[in-house]
């Protein structure tokens, strides 16, 4: 994938003096960003980057990334109280994406599932 912009205000993190350093610089910092999670940050050095004219080719691990999503969305769903059981029936055989998937999908097929705590 390749993203590229006008502009020439750089991101406020490394003080930029127009060379490849600096670039490089903010592309270790935006896969950083990404890596923690950071949206704000990634989008603030995207931003440069791209009104700098920094050509950036990224590759996306699709499984790694599905599968973070994955959990995150177990997590979340076992947090607001459903079993974890239901939790992965919502997931696996119901193809839930989302939390309210996943909350329609276990409600539609409750077995004297409680509702969340």
């Given at each position: 994938?390749?993203?590229?912009?006008?502009?020439?205000?750089?991101?406020?993190?490394?003080?930029?003096?127009?060379?490849?350093?600096?670039?490089?610089?903010?592309?270790?910092?935006?896969?950083?960003?990404?890596?923690?999670?950071?949206?704000?940050?990634?989008?603030?050095?995207?931003?440069?980057?791209?009104?700098?004219?920094?050509?950036?080719?990224?590759?996306?691990?699709?499984?790694?990334?599905?599968?973070?999503?994955?959990?995150?969305?177990?997590?979340?769903l076992i947090?607001?109280?459903?079993?974890?059981?239901r939790v992965?029936?919502?997931?696996?055989?119901?193809?839930?994406?989302?939390?309210?998937e996943a909350?329609?999908?276990?409600?539609?097929?409750?077995?004297?599932?409680?509702?969340?705590?």
């Open positions: 994938m390749e993203a590229a912009s006008a502009g020439a205000a750089p991101p406020a993190p490394i003080p930029h003096a127009g060379g490849d350093d600096a670039s490089e610089a903010d592309l270790r910092q935006l896969e950083a960003a990404i890596l923690a999670g950071d949206v704000e940050a990634a989008k603030m050095l995207a931003r440069g980057l791209a009104e700098r004219r920094v050509v950036i080719n990224a590759e996306v691990e699709q499984e790694a990334v599905a599968a973070s999503l994955r959990r995150q969305l177990q997590a979340r947090g607001m109280g459903y079993a974890p059981a992965i029936q919502a997931l696996r055989r119901g193809g839930a994406q989302s939390v309210d909350v329609a999908w276990m409600s539609a097929n409750s077995e004297q599932q409680p509702a969340p705590n």
